[in-house]
């Protein structure tokens, strides 16, 4: 009778590790993840899981735009060469996202004008690209303020000369390349002023008359990271 019941036993256990071992195959079969499970490992009010993260080559404007005294303005974008962050306990740690400032492009008009005009921003009155070829706004860390707003504080390496800024951002969860990955999207307002760029500026020279163009300069950016 022993040996009976030791025989059920044994085929019980049998039977039971075959069906557990039918349920893990169903779940390691190549279905991509649902957005509600990928959010499972979320931490924080980022949205995005801990790791490391980097600039697609697709998807990504680097926008500027500047005014004039008169209320005329121009605007334009610049490429990305790289850019990467690393989040860690829910908040971006560190960052970079570097422009390539001779890929500087007005948009707003077109012909010989764009090309006179791209060609003096280029020159020593603004950006001096012979000197200053690429521009880096690093990262320093993320947080969100009391009104729920995701603000990156940031060093802005443009012009030769670094400024502190907080930057707004939004991050997007979008689905790429069968995988998910995210869209980050900031605006903020530099001064020019305060990395040498002082042709046209009011602050600086007295008799300008309605030829004054504004310090500030507002720079917005969107990029997708994976």
């Known amino acids: 009778m022993k040996f009976y ?36 490992t979320i931490v924080g009010d980022l949205g995005i899981p801990d790791g490391k993260y980097t600039l697609t080559k697709e998807k990504h404007t680097i926008s500027w735009e500047a005014t004039k005294i008169t209320g005329s303005k121009h605007s334009g974008i610049i490429n990305a060469i790289n850019g990467k962050f690393k989040v860690e306990n829910g908040s971006i740690s560190r ?38 070829p690429v521009a880096r706004l690093v990262m320093n860390e993320s947080s969100t303020d009391e009104n729920g707003t995701m603000n990156l504080s940031c060093s802005f ?46 602050s600086v020279f007295d008799d300008l008359g309605d030829r004054v163009i504004n310090d500030d300069v507002k720079i917005g950016f969107e990029f997708t990271a994976l």
């Open 5 to 40: 019941n030791l025989l059920i036993a044994g085929l019980v256990l049998v039977v039971s590790s075959c069906s557990n071992e039918g349920t893990t195959s169903n779940k390691d079969t190549n279905t991509e993840p649902t957005k509600t499970e990928l959010q499972s």
């Open 95 to 132: 960052g970079v996202l570097s422009f390539e400032m001779n890929s500087f492009e007005v948009t707003d008009i077109t012909g010989e004008d764009k090309a006179n005009f791209e060609g003096h921003l280029k020159s020593e009155d603004f950006l001096d690209i012979e000197k200053f």
């Open 157 to 202: 390496d443009f012009h030769g000369v670094v400024v502190d800024y907080i930057v707004p951002f939004t991050v997007e969860q979008i689905k790429m390349k069968g995988r998910f990955g995210y869209q980050i999207n900031g605006k903020f307002i530099i001064d020019r002023t305060k990395h040498n760029i002082t042709y046209g500026s009011g």
